[in-house]
């Protein structure tokens, strides 16, 4: 059973945006708990599971049916696991909201498809901007920069909740940054959301304070404060 999109497509999708990617323009990612009230991405697209109201025993429940007894999520919002639960790793985050942050195409910045994968994979162990798996570049355009035929910055769209995309995947090689490679390619992605009629957002650890200071800089505001749980099924 999988359940029906809604129509919301102001901020209020952002209460719940990996719910709102996986009803709406992320179903064909998707995977469905039994009664249709938790969903996750494939496994090979992104870690993160979600739950149609968090507030919800039976979605709790629901999300456990689907992962199996014993096994790892994450979700994220402000969530408070049912008993059971074990919470394995609390990550405070910031959501952004882009509307008004200036757009402008990148003249240096190339399309990244599948062919790419292993070197944007390289680039993400290095950098540690958050989870990238192998398939994670389907979920939305992905732009890179390239130096002597390296790639060594990119940035790209991750959940798309109605109306929404989010920025994420921003990363530059530490031997190229301070050249405003991550900024321009922020700029570069949002005008293509821009340009699709979406608006841009983006997620951030709260503890990472320079990223979080460039995204305020270019135009970026704090929406909310939500948490990146690690959290583990009941185990019977």
């Known amino acids: 059973m999988s359940p ?11 209460d719940n945006p990996v719910w709102a990617a996986l009803t709406g323009p992320h179903r064909d990612f998707a995977e469905f708990a039994p009664a ?12 993160f599971a979600a739950l149609s109201d968090p507030l919800d025993p039976r979605a709790w429940a629901d999300l456990a049916a ?25 990550v405070p985050g910031v959501q952004l909201d882009g509307r008004a942050v200036r757009v402008e195409a990148e003249p240096e910045a190339v399309p990244l498809g599948p062919g790419d994968v292993r070197e944007m994979l390289e680039l993400v162990e290095l ?14 355009t992905y732009l890179g920069i390239r130096h002597e035929g390296r790639l060594v910055a ?8 109605t109306g929404w995309l989010e920025i994420s995947a921003v990363c530059t090689h530490p031997d190229h940054q301070g050249r405003g490679l991550a900024g321009r390619l922020i700029r570069a992605v949002a005008a ?23 995204y305020e800089a270019m135009g970026f505001t704090l ?9 583990r099924t009941p185990r019977a």
């Open 127 to 140: 950098t540690r901007p958050g989870p990238f798996l192998d398939r994670t570049v389907e979920l939305g």
């Open 223 to 231: 929406r909310r404060s939500p948490l990146f749980l690690g959290v």
């Open 66 to 90: 689907l992962a199996g007894p014993g096994e790892e999520v994450w979700v994220t919002g402000l969530l408070t696991p049912p008993p059971g639960w074990e919470t394995l790793v609390s």
């Open 154 to 161: 990119m940035a790209g769209e991750r959940m798309r909740p």
């Open 4 to 14: 029906e999109s809604g129509t919301l497509c102001g901020s209020e999708v952002l």
């Open 192 to 214: 293509e959301v821009r340009e699709r009629g979406d608006r841009p957002f983006l997620h951030a650890a709260a503890a990472n304070t320079g990223a979080v200071r460039l």
């Open 36 to 47: 249709g009230l938790a969903a996750r991405y494939t496994r090979d697209t992104s870690p």
